[in-house]
């Protein structure tokens, strides 16, 4: 059974640095996506940054330029390094894989609270 365990979530002053970490326990295999996402209270989850199997990566425009994704294939984990954080960054925040072939499954992990105080 595959699980992703998020860890790195936290209090942080407007300005700061936070790196969230995702990593897949259990056998999976040939993870295509792995994504972040966010939701704050009262608002719709929304796709902050993704990075597919080539390594391509796309940002919300929100966070373009502060934040950066990147991936250990070797460790099956996904990072998000956030910079210049901003009390509009608070919210819940959700790793995404998409893996397995010749049916891809979606899996998600439990959520990490990131609070932006100002």
């Known amino acids: 059974q595959v699980q992703l365990v998020e860890s790195g979530g936290g209090l942080v002053q407007a300005g700061g640095s936070l790196r969230l970490s995702c990593a897949a326990s259990?056998?999976?295999?040939?993870?295509?996506?792995m994504g972040w996402y966010r939701q704050a209270p009262g608002k719709q989850r929304e796709l902050v940054a993704s990075?597919?199997?080539?390594?391509?990566?796309n940002y919300a425009d929100s966070v373009k330029g502060r934040f950066t994704i990147s991936r250990d294939n070797a460790k099956n984990t996904v990072y998000l390094q956030m910079d210049s954080l901003r009390p509009e960054d608070t919210a819940v925040y959700y790793c995404?894989?998409?893996?397995?072939?010749?049916?891809?499954?979606?899996?998600w992990g439990q959520g990490t609270q990131v609070t932006v105080s100002s």
């Open positions: 259990g056998i999976i295999f040939s993870i295509n996506f």
């Open positions: 995404y894989f998409i893996a397995g072939t010749p049916v891809p499954t979606g899996y």
């Open positions: 990075i597919n199997s080539a390594a391509r990566t």
